[in-house]
T-cell receptor, first 118, second 110 residues
């Protein structure tokens, strides 16, 4: 049983194209996240949604637009892809995601989408 | 600013013990997480500390000192499958936001 799933697993595309990555979680969590992991393996948060509401929006080019149709899904659309967008994108989810503290805040990660822009 | 530091790489022998240190300076603190990430895979949760002291979970233990901004992950009885990157992450003062360190690559040799 997959907890957090992402599609596609690999995405190879040309510069300038528009692409989307989809994420779904069946853990009943309220909060979902998008992270980018670059070639140096540094994992950095991009966005977070709690119950379909955007709550974290880091300094990310506005070519990146997240969308959460319901609390079990979080998609990431990227316009006008650039070489520097090549990375692994991870989706994650957690229960409350607030400042309540505790292991219920643990984030569970999807398998990642390896994006290569040529 | 936010800063989370951990060593880049550590090498140890099968059966040995390795301690991965993590120091942090963040604007808020609501807990520290350790994740394991094998090459090409997703990070998986290992441990969580929010109060000072040691948390033990089988072969893995994690320690936290909030006053020193310091944590360590202790891996005992190392196995070849423990070769992976270990990520220290601090939950700051906003919704679920985790700040990750760059990860420590642990190489276990026979």
């Amino acid at each position: 049983d997959t907890a957090v799933s992402q599609t596609p697993k690999y995405l190879v595309t040309q510069m300038g194209n528009d692409k989307s990555i989809k994420c779904e979680q069946n853990l009943g969590h309220d909060t979902m996240y998008w992270y980018k992991q670059d070639s140096k393996k540094f994992l950095k948060i991009m966005f977070s949604y709690n119950n379909k509401e955007l709550i974290i929006n880091e300094t990310v080019p506005n070519r990146f637009s997240p969308k959460s149709p319901d609390k079990a899904h979080l998609n990431l659309h990227i316009n006008s892809l650039e070489l520097g967008d090549s990375a692994v994108y991870f989706c994650a989810s957690s229960l409350p995601g607030g400042t309540s503290g505790g292991t219920t805040d643990t984030q569970y990660f999807g398998p990642g989408t390896r994006l290569t822009v040529l | 600013g936010q800063n989370i530091d951990q060593p880049t790489e550590m090498t140890a022998t099968e059966g040995a013990i390795v301690q991965i240190n993590c120091t942090y300076q963040t604007s808020g603190f609501n807990g520290l997480f350790w994740y394991q990430q094998h090459a090409g895979e997703a990070p998986t949760f290992l441990s969580y500390n929010v109060l000072d002291g040691l948390e033990e979970k089988g072969r893995f233990s994690s320690f936290l000192s909030r006053s020193k901004g310091y944590s360590y992950l202790l891996l005992k009885e190392l196995q070849m499958k423990d070769s992976a990157s270990y990520l220290c992450a601090v939950k700051g003062d906003s919704w679920g936001k985790l700040q990750f360190g760059a990860g420590t690559q642990v190489v276990v040799t026979p």
